[in-house]
T-cell receptor, first 113, second 113 residues
Framework: GQQLNQSPQSMFIQEGEDVSMNCTSS?????WLWYKQDPGEGPVLLIA?????ELTSNGRLTAQFGITRKDSFLNISASIPSDVGIYFC?????????????FGPGTSLSVIP | NAGVTQTPKFQVLKTGQSMTLQCAQD?????MSWYRQDPGMGLRLIHY???????DQGEVPNGYNVSRSTTEDFPLRLLSAAPSQTSVYFC????????????FGPGTRLLVL
């Protein structure tokens, strides 16, 4: 089936550093989403992107919808310990059928105080 | 509002046993869904419902049954548990068909021996 690839798989950074991660697909999407999952909890939506080239921020988080519509990027600036968790991307081709949403395997982020 | 609640949080089953994972939402959302999360893989859709009395299969429905008798509840039944069903199960509810409208529960961690 269709898959998303996320890179890197995991990362360990010092508090205060900036973080970059990406999500790639062999197929195009019309919506890209980024979620965060804290340990023992369900995913929480961080940012939704709806147009190729779109750049959207949510506090220290900035995400971009790739021009090719086959990728998306998430940046976190000035990381803090509570940024620890797993970051998932998801793509949706048609917003009339959320059963076609594809989720990536996640990037695990650890922040060293 | 409690949002999306799931019970139990943890469960250990023996192969062949049956059980029901409970999911409830108090947001009056029409749409509900069940996902499983396995290491190294993105969330995969098991079953979903677009309203009371209406259910449909997702990507990995085998071995699971669902029903939707009320708007609030969407239980997932394992008919005869198998070790391959060891996973973390997330229930989600949404007010629309765009993936960004989904709210996830905290998950049920299931181990099948």
């Amino acid at each position: 089936g269709q898959q998303l690839n996320q890179s890197p798989q995991s990362m360990f950074i010092q508090e205060g550093e900036d973080v970059s991660m990406n999500c790639t697909s062999s197929s195009i999407f019309n919506t890209w989403l980024w979620y965060k999952q804290d340990p023992g909890e369900g995913p929480v939506l961080l940012i939704a992107l709806y147009k190729a080239g779109e750049l959207t921020s949510n506090g220290r988080l900035t995400a971009q919808f790739g021009i090719t519509r086959k990728d998306s990027f998430l940046n976190i600036s000035a990381s803090i310990p509570s940024d620890v968790g797993i970051y998932f991307c998801a793509g949706q081709l048609y917003r009339t059928s959320y059963d076609k949403v594809i989720f990536g395997p996640g990037t695990s982020l650890s922040v060293i105080p | 509002n409690a949002g999306v609640t799931q019970t139990p949080k943890f469960q250990v089953l023996k192969t062949g046993q049956s059980m029901t994972l409970q999911c409830a939402q108090d947001m009056n959302h029409e749409y509900m869904s069940w996902y499983r999360q396995d290491p190294g893989m993105g969330l995969r859709l098991i079953h979903y419902s677009v309203g009371a009395g209406i259910t449909d299969q997702g990507e990995v429905p085998n071995g699971y049954n669902v029903s939707r008798s009320t708007t609030e509840d969407f239980p997932l039944r394992l008919l005869s548990a198998a070790p391959s069903q060891t996973s973390v199960y997330f229930c989600a509810s949404s007010y629309g068909l765009g993936a960004e409208t989904q709210y996830f529960g905290p998950g049920t961690r299931l181990l099948v021996l």
